[in-house]
């Protein structure tokens, strides 16, 4: 069986990013028969330095105002439902999530820290919860079955770890979600299953010399997002 090496950038705030993992997942389990996926999550942070704030708010300053976050919206609620999410984007909040990554790259066992990924997207979108508050990160963490809760989210070396991520990504392309595979075939965006499951084959039967896009769909990069 061939081993398909996929690299996930995403932040917990990208509306698109959920959407996008449900979409991966489905695409990994229609070819677990033909292929085997090691997939390794990285880091990126669209509100560097922002103090959380109400998530509409963040998005009219993103967008340019309060029509075009609310067709945001609406095209983010209707993929979402697709894959089975709930978006209550009353709730929600945006902000700097350098603690939430900091969590999740201080958990060693991988079925664990993607138990913890879940929880995150589902605390920020569906639940309203506050993730730029330690107590409540690591209420999560000890809830997905976190064994040590000695972390430090401020460590030196893991924030420079994050960095290295955002820098990886800004080499290939600009925002979230992005997947890249075995170092040479891109996804931008949110894309359908179908697009998915073709680039992972493609790269599974080939191995291209070159890096090459396989597609975009929507996303989320630092000073917008795509809708």
């Known amino acids: ?51 959380p704030m109400d998530y509409k708010s963040a998005l009219h300053q993103k967008l340019g105002g309060a029509a075009a976050a609310d067709r945001m919206m609406a095209a983010v609620r209707a993929n979402g439902l697709g894959e089975g999410l709930v978006y209550n984007f009353d709730t929600m909040r945006f902000g700097d999530t350098t603690a939430a990554h900091a969590l999740i790259k201080r958990i060693d066992e991988p079925l664990v820290a993607q138990r913890m990924m879940e929880r995150l997207y589902k605390a920020v979108t569906t639940d309203g919860l506050d993730i730029f508050d330690r107590d409540v990160l690591l209420s999560m963490a000890k809830e997905v079955g976190v064994v040590d809760m000695t972390f430090d989210l401020a460590s030196a070396r893991i924030a420079a770890e994050i960095q290295r991520d955002e820098s990886g990504a800004s080499r290939i392309a600009n925002g979230v979600p992005l997947f890249l595979f075995n170092s040479s075939v891109f996804v931008s965006g949110a894309q359908e299953v179908g697009v998915l499951e073709r680039a992972i084959l493609d790269v599974a039967r080939e191995a291209p010399e070159a890096m090459a ?8 990069c630092i000073d917008s997002c795509s809708h």
């Open 1 to 51: 069986m061939k081993t398909v090496n996929v690299e996930v950038w995403s932040d917990f705030v990208c509306p698109w990013c959920w959407i996008a993992k449900k979409r991966f997942e489905k695409a990994v389990t229609l070819l677990a028969d033909q292929v085997q996926v090691v997939v390794t999550n990285r880091a990126y942070r669209l509100g560097r330095g922002v103090l």
């Open 213 to 220: 896009a396989a597609g975009d769909g929507e996303s989320c």
